[in-house]
């Protein structure tokens, strides 16, 4: 059975860090992209982080890039976002996501709250 289980959402004052985590289950993990979005409240689901199955590469938005990073550990099957710098409009949910293509697919998570207030 397929799982992406996020975690280390919460609340964080302006300028503050948090560590997102993703842990999966159920799929060949390393290879894999991994990425990471965010849906703020009325707003669409953004892509904003992505790394490669062997972490070798990764691309972030230009709206995270320079406060954050992704980062994966193959032999836990997790994958990272370090969140730093945070700014009121980085509130949203996180998600995690596994594409592939040998089967083509694309596996979610649930979603952690992340919320950047003073």
């Known amino acids: 059975q397929v799982q992406l289980v996020e975690s280390g959402g919460g609340w964080v004052q302006p300028g503050g860090s948090l560590l997102l985590s993703c842990a999966a289950s159920?799929?060949?993990?390393?290879?894999?992209?991994m990425r990471w979005y965010r849906q703020a409240p009325g707003k669409e689901r953004e892509l904003i982080a992505e790394?490669?199955?062997?972490?070798?590469?990764?691309n972030l938005a230009d709206s995270v890039k320079g406060r954050f990073t992704i980062s994966r550990d193959n032999a836990k099957n997790l994958v990272y976002l370090q969140m730093s710098s945070l700014k009121r409009e980085d509130t949203a949910v996180y998600y995690c996501?596994?594409?592939?293509?040998?089967?083509?697919?694309?596996?979610w998570g649930q979603g952690t709250q992340v919320t950047v207030s003073s």
């Open positions: 996501s596994a594409f592939g293509l040998r089967p083509p697919h694309d596996y």
């Open positions: 159920g799929f060949n993990f390393s290879m894999d992209f």
């Open positions: 790394i490669t199955g062997t972490g070798g590469s990764s």
